[in-house]
């Protein structure tokens, strides 16, 4: 069974920073790769960042240059450091794992930013 747990949400202010863990089992996890994505209220789910397993990274834009994605295929964790937080990072954000045709999320933590 897979399991994607994601955990370090919290409430912060505008400036801070927040380290999200996303912690898999059940897969192969050097082969996924894994990525991060956010949603706030009333709007869609959209990317932020992933990392593949040769630690290939893509960054949304609103997010380069503060956010950081990566890896730790030993402890089959995915990390995204976040700095200098603005209030429209507000959002739940969730884990992905994808592989070929198969993709996962996790159930979210949430990330509240306050001005």
């Known amino acids: 069974q897979v399991q994607l747990v994601e955990s370090g949400g919290d409430l912060v202010q505008a400036g801070g920073s927040l380290r999200l863990s996303c912690a898999a089992s059940?897969?192969?996890?050097?082969?996924?790769?894994m990525g991060w994505y956010r949603q706030a209220p009333g709007k869609q789910r959209e990317f932020v960042a992933d990392?593949?397993?040769?630690?290939?990274?893509n960054y949304a834009d609103s997010v380069k240059g503060r956010f950081t994605i990566s890896r730790d295929d030993a402890k089959n964790t995915v990390y995204l450091q976040m700095n200098s937080l603005k209030p429209e990072d507000t959002a739940v954000y969730y884990c992905n794992a994808r592989f070929v045709k198969n993709n996962y999320w996790g159930q979210g933590t949430q990330v509240t930013v306050s001005s």
């Open positions: 059940g897969i192969i996890f050097r082969i996924f790769a």
């Open positions: 990392i593949t397993g040769k630690l290939s990274t």
